[in-house]
């Protein structure tokens, strides 16, 4: 729930692009690169959190993992619902598809824009590639909807 000054990605453009090329799950990095907690937040706590860039433990990086739609049975592996669990279960793995850093609510959108803006087609193309491979069914399926849908 990022604060309403964000980011400026002009500021940090050179680790940020170190982080976005490196095959390691991006969610943390980029949320201590976020500008933290809002003041304006909606939760029922008493404590100054304005600023905090900890993980949430929401889980959504983890949902969005697209490998663990392929291996479902890594997802076993751990309960825990945060970033470092994500890095875990995916390590060296990365598909370099972004997916987390885009679901994470601590994210700036400062940085989401600036990642679908310079990132995106590049996995598109990357996507494209993979299509038809018997490896990526997932990917098939979703093509195959959507061409239906
Ligand atoms: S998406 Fe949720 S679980 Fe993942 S890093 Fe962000 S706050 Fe933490």
Redesign the pocket.
């Known amino acids: 729930m990022p604060q309403r000054i964000q980011t400026d990605v002009k500021q940090i453009e050179a680790v940020l692009n170190q982080v976005l090329g490196t095959a390691f799950p991006p969610?943390?990095r980029c949320?201590l690169l976020s500008s933290g907690m809002s003041p304006g937040h909606a939760l029922n706590i008493t404590q100054d959190i304005a600023g905090h860039k900890e993980?949430?433990?929401?889980?959504?990086?983890?949902d969005i993992w697209p490998a663990l739609a392929r291996e479902p049975g890594r997802r076993r592996r751990t309960e825990q619902?945060?970033?470092m669990a994500?890095e875990a279960l995916v390590a060296e793995d990365c598909d370099l598809c972004y997916a987390?850093a885009l679901?994470?609510?601590?994210?700036d959108t400062t940085i989401k824009h600036y990642i679908v803006n310079s990132r995106l087609v590049e996995v598109i193309s990357r996507l494209a590639e993979r299509i038809g491979d018997d490896q990526e069914p997932d990917l098939d399926l979703f093509l195959e909807e959507a061409l239906d849908g």
């Not at 993980?55 to 983890?62: M, T």
């Not at 679901?103 to 994210?107: E, F, I, L, M, S």
């Open positions: 969610v943390a949320r993980c949430l433990a929401c889980g959504n990086c983890i619902r945060t970033s994500l987390c679901a994470c609510p601590q994210v």
